[in-house]
């Protein structure tokens, strides 16, 4: 069965420090994965995607993740955070239509 | 480009009512979404459509929701009769195709509040 795990469900960093948010998938073929962010109150926004390739991908607002297929993981980085950062990210996996999201994870941002 | 546009963004209602969650899609996506959000079961895919005509309706709970595509720019959901436990954040989203290589653009969503 398709399916996401995101094993934390919140993460508290201080402003400036480094970020990794994991995630972990299950797929029966070569998936296309994905970061969203959510913020208070707003639609989910694409952060970037994989579908083949490069197993780095460069997203917006200076995100990066790592596609590891040995590890089934798609983790998004991000090497100093900022305070605007602060909000929800989900990690999906789809096949040709549909997107499976995970839980998600809340980051909190502290000055 | 407005981007998906929902209405209203908030609903409270009570149990037993009809309630109808509108959505816009951007202009010239070919497929619209429906998702719905809850602390238990995060967000969940409702159905979806293509080209107007609904794909996939899996998702949906129940018999009491109900989802319409008329034309390309504007779809409903409806739950008839509302309950509580149908208290959550819906979300519409759009998308040039339904592969999910397209970006699925999402709504501000609407907050629905069954008492």
């Known amino acids: 069965a398709q399916s996401v795990t995101q094993p934390d469900i919140h993460i508290t960093v201080s402003e400036g420090a480094s970020l990794e948010l994991r995630c972990n998938y299950s797929y029966g073929a070569t998936p296309y994965l994905f970061w969203y962010v959510q913020s208070p109150g707003q639609g989910l926004q694409l952060l970037l995607k994989?579908?083949?390739?490069?197993?780095l991908v460069q997203g917006i607002k200076g995100f990066e993740a790592e596609f590891k297929r040995s590890q089934s993981s798609f983790n998004l980085r991000k090497p100093s955070v900022h305070w605007s950062d602060a909000a929800e990210y989900f990690c999906a996996v789809g096949g040709y239509n549909k997107l499976i999201f995970g839980a998600g994870t809340r980051l909190a941002v502290h000055p | 480009d407005a981007g998906v546009i929902q209405s209203p963004r908030h609903e409270v209602t009570e149990m037993g009512q009809e309630v109808t969650l509108r959505c816009k899609p951007i202009s010239g996506h070919n497929s619209l979404f429906w998702y719905r959000q809850t602390m238990m079961r995060g967000l969940e895919l409702l159905i979806y459509f293509n080209n107007n005509v609904p794909i996939d309706d899996s998702g949906m709970p129940e018999d009491r929701f109900s989802a319409k595509m008329p034309n390309a720019s504007f779809s409903t959901l409806k739950i008839q009769p509302s309950e509580p436990r149908d208290s959550a954040v819906y979300f519409c989203?759009?998308?040039?195709?339904?592969?999910?290589?397209?970006?699925?653009?999402f709504g501000p969503g609407t907050r629905l509040t069954v008492t």
């Open positions: 994989y579908f083949s390739g490069d197993t």
């Open positions: 989203a759009s998308s040039l195709a339904p592969d999910s290589r397209y970006e699925q653009y």
